[in-house]
């Protein structure tokens, strides 16, 4: 039987409610002798669950993989590209203003990665003077 999984915000606060909840149900229900298992719950919830879900992220094993950062870690000029391509397909808009879009986004993705080359390079501290060309074009 496999795991369940969460989304880590999800998990955090589960685990938080569930450590408090629990602590308070021990310490108002349980006999004296076994009261310190109260506070055990709350360090346990608290000070070592939640720690452990955040530093480990994804890697935790009841954390499900985040969506949002397969989306972020694919290329950003994809997504612009496809969206003006199916509001061409379902047509939103005409061939021309399509043709037009399409130039502009890829002329500024020719912007995009000059301005990237010129920033790793001065980071790089290689030649700064290919870098000041960039800057001038």
Do not use: C, Q
């Not at 043709?99 to 501290?125: M, W, Y």
């Amino acid at each position: 039987m496999a795991l369940p999984t969460f989304e880590k915000k999800r998990l955090v606060g589960l685990i938080a409610i569930l450590s408090f909840g629990l602590t308070s149900l021990s310490a108002v229900l349980l006999p004296s002798p076994v009261a310190p298992l109260g506070p055990a719950l709350f360090i346990t919830g608290f000070f070592i669950l939640i720690p452990l879900v955040l530093v480990l992220g994804e890697d935790f094993p009841l954390v499900a993989a985040d969506v949002a950062d397969a989306e972020a870690t694919s290329p950003a000029a994809e997504r612009p590209v496809a969206a003006l391509r199916e509001r061409y397909a379902t047509g939103e808009i005409d061939e021309a203003e399509f043709e037009r879009k399409l130039d502009r986004l890829l002329a500024t993705e020719d912007l995009d990665e000059r301005f990237d080359r010129t920033a790793a390079e001065v980071s790089d501290g290689s030649d700064e003077n290919s870098a000041r060309e960039y800057e001038l074009e």
